[in-house]
């Protein structure tokens, strides 16, 4: 079991950060996945065993917190590795979420979503995986958001999900900094290939909703 050196309490965000250096070096040298995670679950601890710590909200705080749950996220993706169960991955998505609440930045939290991705595609959480991709998309910048979920629905697995991406592609284009006549030429492309997907599924209600849209934008290219 790896030592460390233990405060007997929290009194600025430098000592958290001083115990996740700690936790950080030790780990480059232990072979043993748990002793690496019981030095970052010390980090945690030292944090959740003072009031001041868990109830403070700086940067530096906030960032150490984002370093060590993710560093705990990827120790359980690597022990299962090792080991294949599946709570090893339960736990990853668990410390995951955990990090993304202190994540301070978009790229920070695509970092974080793109490992999640990952780990639901492995334990084949095909609803999940969809909703984290969903997620990465829309930290993109608008410009782009609306050619990735195309790119999703063309690359999706099943019709349900292509309609997914289509729909929320549709939702995107009126903040897409284009002209009115290419927004609608646009929405008339996604919407028949909507239709051809619920019109496949016999999904009449959703048709006649794509329809009337489709209806109402043409209109407006008259």
């Not at 115990?19 to 959740?48: H, M, P, W």
């Not at 868990?54 to 705990?72: A, P, S």
């Not at 209600?205 to 290219?221: G, S």
């Amino acid at each position: 079991m790896p030592h460390f050196l233990r405060q007997k309490e929290y009194k600025t965000e430098s000592d958290l950060l001083k115990k996740y250096r700690e936790a950080y070096e030790s780990a480059k040298y232990l072979y043993d996945i748990d002793d690496k995670l019981l030095g970052y679950q010390e980090v945690l601890n030292f944090c959740t065993n003072s009031k001041k710590c868990t109830k403070e909200n700086t940067i530096k705080r906030n960032q150490v917190l984002f370093w060590t749950y993710n560093q705990i996220g990827d120790l359980f993706v690597q022990k299962n590795g090792i080991d294949f169960k599946p709570d090893n991955y339960l736990y990853a998505v668990q410390y995951y979420r955990h990090a993304l609440e202190f994540a301070a930045s978009n790229e920070e939290q695509r970092e974080t979503l793109q490992k999640l991705a990952k780990v639901y595609r492995d334990l084949k959480d095909e609803e999940e995986y969809q909703k984290t991709l969903e997620k990465i998309i829309l930290l993109l910048d608008n410009a782009v958001q609306k050619e990735a979920m195309l790119d999703m629905a063309q690359s999706a697995q099943n019709v349900r999900h292509e309609a997914v991406w289509l729909e929320n592609a549709l939702e995107l284009i009126d903040k897409e900094n284009i002209g009115f006549l290419k927004k609608c030429q646009n929405k008339l492309t996604i919407c028949d290939k909507l239709l051809g997907i619920y019109n496949r599924l016999n999904e009449k209600t959703e048709a006649a909703r794509i329809e009337e849209m489709k209806n109402d934008t043409q209109k407006h290219l008259n």
